[in-house]
């Protein structure tokens, strides 16, 4: 060993590697979404099961999550949040999974959806609260127009769409017309290189309505006007959303329309892109004429308008990269007002109507708050955590009663406060569901799943389900495959309401590279790779089927589709036999992949053009499930289908899975909850008991004996099902032995070498009494590799064991230096606890070479194990300061490129480097490479707004468990 090496806890204290912020603001905030868009976070606290009734998951439903993680500050993306004047405990917060309704003034918070969570209704980008019944409340969505509500949010019909006007929502005979597939559209605010892409591509056009922002007319609430981004402009309705007309006022898309709360006819009006303005203007007629406003002092463009409530001639603007302006004679004269403004994009702003003199403002970064009408400013909480501050609402009798909601992946959310000095606090409590888009398991391992949802990101379980972490990603993900790669699991993503398409990860989940780049679409509804081969994919997109056979490298359109948007593929057992379901075209066929012909006979009942899912049967060659209005069947690779409804509610089924194996069909329904067909039957059951939301989007079954099937809903996570068959279980009290079959009490586990048990292996049980640490006992592993520490004392309250290898012997011999078991914190001294199952093959560290000098960023690369189920990190440590950093967990890789090290660690300066191998994404237990080299680093790399050195590594500071070894 060349450089000193020193055992580091296992449990760690995550810390981001976090913008450099003035002295006088919070030093720790996290960095903004571009710095974080694809790269890993860390992982989440395992959610446990909320409570259920009776035995769990025995044929009955039991949520199972996942959900967001409130304790480290995740919650939805809030771009608006509107009080009931009339009740200001009633609040209610659009959000990017839909809305939210509170009756505590934001403390706890209801889902207030329903209806909603089809293709584009679910992200709220306008919300409005009627001036005459606050029951009342309409809503803009980011792609599917507007709609209504008259009872609080509980339900939700659509009103007509500004841009297709004949749009209906049922057919003559009061029918349900098929869930529309409306397309989300490419967004940059997930999508942080987009505008400087260099590659040309394709033109899109998107059938969508994006109304950014929806008005009432206090003054008549059927006075409605509909700010319509894509370039479309400001339309306006005079009959209560039933029709509607364009203002031609302005270029490009509408902004903002404002009302002044003292005179009705003052009205404000703004257009642009993020890039360009396209107009600010002023009316005092109630529209009838229009003045241009801030001509020559405002440039950029207004994304804020707040009015004064008694002076209709005071003015406060936000715009996008020139800060506040303000105006005191009703627009003649602007001025901007950005002291004490660190942003320079402002995303919301709000007079006080109890005293006006306090005006809020949400920046990117911080909340502003000014005390004289807007002319200066204080930063709010300068340890606010998070970024793109877009809702804000003031309670209107209490000045400093501030409710501001966050746009911003993962960490967005409602944050309150009710006093001037007081810090903003997340009121998330209610506001942590998760729509669950899919579900694919583990093509190594059954007990680990992947859970894809709108709005929240990624997640993974380990235990099949019964508790998630977030993997986040991107936020919206509505498909996962999982296919074999050389050396382990590759994951494919299908992506939308962002510019990333399709997504592939080689580590589990926890990195993510776009590999989509080359076709035309970046909505991808569905992935399916071809007979087994990771190279070989299929993907359903917006605008076709897409096909690749290198993995994703490049794309290629395949024929034979001429009508229906793509929405589901199954294939039948690894044959290369695909059948695709489409909105709109009714059912598909291919042999590979790259053409298509129509498979559609039979399907003649109400709506079957409109299929949304499709299940292959993974046990009997040519059998098949398909979901319309109605649920079919074939036996024949889909050439031909009949009906298969006895039983089954009249609905549309938007999900289907066929358990291996056995054969059982399950099927998941738009309004009607999960059903499914017994083995060798065609009659629907009802399955219903225990499922609190019906709403069924997606199905998995994930294991066969018995058939264990995950249903994801609409807004309520996913929900287990383990299925019974034949006579009803007789349930006997439980119970629960710590006995391992043939193994002596004691602390037990098994050590391999490269895959094989090892003998010989000499063994430490260290011991902490709560102040110091000691060797309890040792031993060595016998001729199967196994290890009993036997005849040790129970440990009482503070006290722990670990299993310790420790190799640091001068020669490598091809094992690890050490291997750190995890804590073991309860032995009775009657029982049997594992210490750990581990392998102690050696990770050998290949470049940068030991003495070198690299300049950042750099390629830290080592030799894998061949051990799929290992989780690497990297070690760095500064002799100088006696500090280490260890990077957030890498999954089963074999290099990292280092972009930057932690906050406070110099260039130039030499470091030692080295590989740990942990036994799962937290590090509970792990070794570390017997080798150590050194590396000089030096920074020469650009640098953001703020100056500071970029880096897209989530560097964690580890917390010393014991210095067992200290050289000199």
Known sequence: MSVLKRVVVISFIFLCVFLALPATVRAEKLPPPESQCLTPEPSIPAVSSASSIGIQGIDFWTWRGPRYNL????????????????????????????????????????????????????????????????????????GYGLLKSTDSGTTWTRLADPLRPTQLSTDSDGVLLPPEVVAGGPSNLFHPDAPSRNEILAPITWARTAVRRVTINPSN????????????????????????????????SARTYTFAPSNNNVRYASFGTWETSGGFYRTTNGGSAWSPMGVGTINNTVVAVAIHPTNANIVVVGTSGGGLFRTSDGGENWSPVNTGVSDTSIFSVAFSKSSPGIVYAGGYSWIYRSADGGITWANADTAFPTYYVEGLAVHPTSADHVWIGANRFPYGGVYKRTSAAGAFALKGTGMDGTFVLDITQDINNASTLYAATWGAGMFRSYDQGATWHAIYGVPYVYSLEATQGPTGTILYAGTFYSDWGVLKSWDQGNSWREVSRSYPSYISFDI?????????????????????NDGGLTWNAATGLTDGIVLRLCEFMNTGQLLAATYGGGLYYSNGGVSWVTRASGMTGPYANYTYAVACSPNTAGLAYAGAYQAYRSTNYGASWTAMNTGL???????????????EVFAGLYTQGAYYVPSGSSNWKWINTGLQERRVRSLAVVASSPVKAFAGTNGQGAWEFTLVRGAAAVYLPLVVRNYQPGVIPGVYGQVNLGGTPVSGVSLQLRYFNGSSWSTRATVTT??????????????????????????PSGT????????????????????????GNFDIKDVTLQSPANGAAVTLPATFQWGARGIASDHYRVFFYDSVTDNGALTNDLGYVSQVLITGLPTGWPSGRTYAWWVWVCQDTDCTA??????SYTVTINFTMLRDGDGNVASDIIWQTPVIREKERQLP
């Open 528 to 548: 399916e790779s071809i007979q087994g081969d990771t190279s070989k994919l299929v993907a359903a997109t917006y605008h076709g089927i897409q096909y690749s």
């Open 71 to 142: 304790e480290a500050t995740e919650a939805p993306m809030v771009t608006q949040i509107v009080v009931d004047s009339t009740n200001p405990n009633v609040v209610y917060a659009g959000t990017n999974q839909g809305v939210y309704r509170s009756v505590d003034g934001g403390e706890t918070w209801s889902a207030a959806n329903g209806g909603l969570g089809g293709y584009g209704d679910l992200v709220i980008s306008g919300l409005a609260i009627d001036p005459v019944d606050p029951k009342v409340l309409i809503i803009g969505t980011w």
């Open 812 to 835: 490598a011999n091809g094992r690890l230096w050490g291997w750190y078991g995890a804590d073991i914190t309860s032995y009775t001294g009657t029982t049997s606890v594992l210490g």
């Open 649 to 663: 509610a009249s609905d549309y089924v938007r999900a289907l899975a066929v358990a291996p194996g056995s054969g």
């Open 926 to 931: 792990y070794g570390e490479a017997f080798n």
């Open 221 to 252: 609430r059927n006075d409605i006007y509909a700010c319509v981004d894509d370039g479309n402009g400001l339309y306006r309705s005079t009959t209560g959303g039933t029709a509607w007309t364009k203002i031609a006022l302005g270029t490009g």
């Open 782 to 807: 016998d001729a199967g590799g196994k290890y009993n520490f036997t005849g040790i004392p129970a440990l009482s309250s503070g006290q722990r064991y670990y299993v310790l290898y420790d190799n």
